[in-house]
């Protein structure tokens, strides 16, 4: 995709402009992934988001990235405040407008939003406050060192100044080089670690908080689009008489798929005075489709592809040892082969799909609830023929995004429509039935794990063999498929004598893209049942095996990659132990009932869950989980748990009750009829517990999910002695 950058504002030229204007003290500061990816963007233009401090003393933190339930607006003034030295309270989060050429990506996921930002907003925090120090002490002729802060005022001795006060005079002083900047010691922490009430509740229980489909503007006018129901299919021809002849129906007309870095869907636009109107006037359309290649494609058909795949060799990612002659000259008493499917899944936001655009001759602004509004920003560019200059994306607060609103479909639909009624404001909404058919599905997957144990109940071998509809594949071909798709198979916790990985992609047009947790939501479910079933195998505790496979100090770095960081073997068995005994593992339980346990690596945090389950007469019932996280610094505990509780019934919703399901090369399930989600009286007692740690914060929103099936289908295991691998569960796999 082509782009226009902005004019490059130089950082000095930023700092000198609020100097003189002398309302402000204003701090820059770089995310570090902006230098990685554009070391020439990064130098001339280093900043991510801003600290501003007014003359009234009114704290504001301009971030760049997305509040989409995650709880950074929290988060990140919980940081600057602690390093600033003010009452969190008074730190006000305004959201950047979009600007690449100012803060470079500013796409929101990966649980990095706050691991990103800790040591940068620390700084920035830490700069602020040695500048209205020096500030301070040069006003009353005193040392920097026998000055402190306090609640937004600089303290000597019984006098003291306010922040607002100091302002000006520290906006002329010298920016502390950020890299050395003296930070407080944790142990000193005053506001992290402590929980905090979020700052968006208010907002989002008075009504007042502005999500996208919120938007409205004057003159607004509504769209909706007629998709192809088949995924690649297009449209041949329409007639739209009948749907221009109610009343409200402003026009109707054709917009084109955009298949290359945007994979959005093409079809016929309907636009009126009301989202209602708009709705009914599609039904009347009558189009005619060319269903593409891909008319014929079920779920069936791709499982017979997945098997005919596992069935033969794959190639080799990464091999130590020789895992086929281990396995092959074990007993087959020691043997334990099994296959695990997953299947599609939709991310099924509460908010659908929807975007607001108002294209003018020279320039279009748009309101997002988007994860990537850089990305919005480029497309819409590219969709209306401006510059990205000319363009201005404001971010809402969005109902959800679990990976989803990380596409852009809905914003280059929605540009479309927009261009072709320049001069008045369009918002474009999807119904639940256009969103859960019209995803970017997880991909569906299977697996093929054999390997062996010893008489001493040693990990002898474990080859991992597997395909799915890879995200690589569909999305980036210049990268390997595989790269998408194996996580932490990558970074084995588990001490195994021979160890080997194949792959290979399952062709198929359905579409896909990151879903809660990416690859280790099917990779965890994978690799904790089978070490549940190899510790069945040994006739050993699956609490203890996991232990005693996890061996003692190791690091665990990802081969293919040495940037990653290194799994602690010490770290996850921290997590374990956490888990086992806050859920009183060992004890005994009622008959039907069982305790499961599995653990995970992803986003470079530790998540261990402990499921206790009722199965009976063909139902499951989960009675309780007991999550142990390990973060590193957890910022706001409440957050923490939040983020975790909602992994465990985002999870749970995905191991019990939901696919999507294919058929004629369209997604079967259209609604929450046919895709349930987990109900209140359904959600078990959640408990969860946050290591105690002082290093940086690591990611949250989704390490707690990929534990959460393989501990339930382990409990179903102890219950019942049935194994479960094939998700979700079915009545007829309990009987």
């Not at 945007?262 to 209602?276: E, R, Y």
């Not at 779920?299 to 130590?320: M, Y």
């Not at 499921?611 to 957050?639: F, H, L, M, W, Y």
């Not at 992994?647 to 004629?664: E, F, H, M, N, R």
């Amino acid at each position: 995709m082509t782009t226009t950058s902005k004019p490059q504002v130089s950082r000095r030229t930023l700092l000198k402009s609020a100097v003189t204007a002398g309302a402000a003290l204003v701090v820059g500061f770089e995310v570090p992934q902006i230098a990685k990816a554009d070391p020439a963007k990064a130098a001339v233009n280093p900043f991510r988001a801003w600290v501003r401090i007014d003359r009234a003393g009114q704290v504001t933190l301009i971030s760049a990235r997305s509040e989409m339930g995650q709880g950074i607006s929290s988060a990140l003034p919980m940081i600057l405040a602690e390093e600033l030295g003010v009452d969190w309270k008074d730190v006000r989060v305004e959201q950047a407008l979009t600007d690449p050429t100012l803060y470079g990506d500013q796409g929101t996921g990966g649980s990095g939003s706050v691991a990103g930002s800790w040591t940068p907003l620390r700084q920035a925090g830490a700069a602020a406050r040695v500048m209205l120090i020096g500030a301070a002490a040069e006003r009353w002729k005193v040392s920097p060192a026998d000055c402190t802060v306090r609640n937004g005022y600089v303290h000597h001795q019984s006098d003291k100044i306010a922040y607002g006060d100091l302002v000006e005079s520290a906006s002329k002083r010298p920016i502390p080089d950020l890299a050395t900047v003296p930070l407080k010691s944790p142990r000193d922490f005053q506001i992290v670690g402590k929980p905090m009430p979020r700052k968006d509740i208010p907002l989002k229980t008075d009504g007042s908080a502005q999500f996208g489909i919120d938007v409205r503007l004057p003159g607004m006018l509504y769209a909706v689009v007629e998709r192809c129901p088949v995924f690649g299919g297009k449209v041949k021809s329409f007639d739209a008489t009948k749907a221009k002849a109610l009343p409200g129906v402003r026009d109707v007309f054709e917009i084109p798929a955009v298949p290359e870095g945007v994979h959005s869907w093409g079809g016929v636009a309907v636009v009126a005075n009301t989202t209602w109107i708009a709705m009914q006037a599609r039904k009347q359309l009558r189009i005619d489709w060319d269903y593409g290649p891909h008319a014929t494609e079920s779920s069936e058909s791709l499982r017979r592809q997945f098997r005919r795949i596992v069935d033969s060799p794959c190639k080799v990612v990464f091999n130590t040892g020789d895992a086929d002659a281990a396995i092959s000259g074990s007993p087959a008493e020691k043997k334990v082969e099994a296959d695990y499917e997953l299947p599609f899944q939709a991310h099924a936001t509460m908010e659908p799909m929807n975007c607001t655009v108002h294209v003018k001759p020279d320039g279009a602004e748009v309101w997002a609830p988007a994860q990537g509004p850089d990305w919005v920003n480029g497309v819409v560019a590219q969709a209306t023929g401006l510059t990205p200059d000319k363009v201005k994306v404001h971010t809402t607060y969005m109902g959800g995004g679990f990976g989803r609103r990380y596409q852009a479909d809905f914003a280059v639909e929605a540009a479309q429509i927009g261009k072709k009624m320049t001069g008045t404001p369009v918002q474009l909404v999807w119904s639940r039935e256009d969103d859960m058919t019209h995803d970017f599905y997880r991909p569906a997957s299977y697996h093929r794990v054999s390997g062996a144990i010893d008489s001493q109940g040693n990990i002898l071998a474990w080859k991992h063999r597997s395909t799915s509809t890879s995200i690589a594949d569909w999305w980036d071909r210049k990268s390997p498929p595989e790269s998408s798709e194996l996580g932490c198979t990558l970074q084995m916790p588990y001490i195994a004598k021979n160890y080997k990985l194949e792959y290979l992609p399952a062709q198929s047009g359905v579409p896909r893209a990151w879903w809660r947790s990416v690859e280790a939501s099917s990779i965890g479910f994978v690799m904790e049942s089978y070490m549940d079933e190899l510790a069945h195998a040994a006739g050993a505790d699956p609490y203890e095996f996991r232990i005693a496979k996890l061996g003692d100090g190791r690091k665990i770095g990802n081969p293919l990659n040495p940037k990653d960081t290194a799994l602690e073997a010490d770290r996850m068995k921290g997590v374990l132990k956490l888990a086992a005994s806050k859920a009183g593992w060992g004890s005994p339980l009622a008959a039907g009932q069982g305790r499961g346990i599995a653990c995970h690596f992803s986003f470079n945090s530790y998540a261990a869950n402990v499921a206790e389950v009722t199965v009976s007469q063909g139902a499951v019932k989960v009675n309780r989980i007991v999550s142990a996280v390990d973060i590193g610094i957890a910022v706001n505990p409440e957050g923490v748990r939040a983020q975790v509780e909602s992994a465990i019934v985002y999870g749970l919703t995905a191991a019990l009750k939901s696919q999507i399901t294919i058929q004629d090369g369209r997604a079967v399930e259209s609604n929450f009829n046919k895709f349930p989600t987990l109900a209140m009286n359904e959600t078990p007692r959640l408990e969860v517990y946050i290591v105690p740690s002082e290093v940086a914060p690591t990611g949250i929103g989704e390490p707690g999910l990929p534990p959460v099936a393989p501990a339930v289908m382990n409990a179903i295991f102890a219950a019942t002695g049935k194994r479960i691998r094939r998700l979700p569960v079915i009545p007829s796999d309990l009987v």
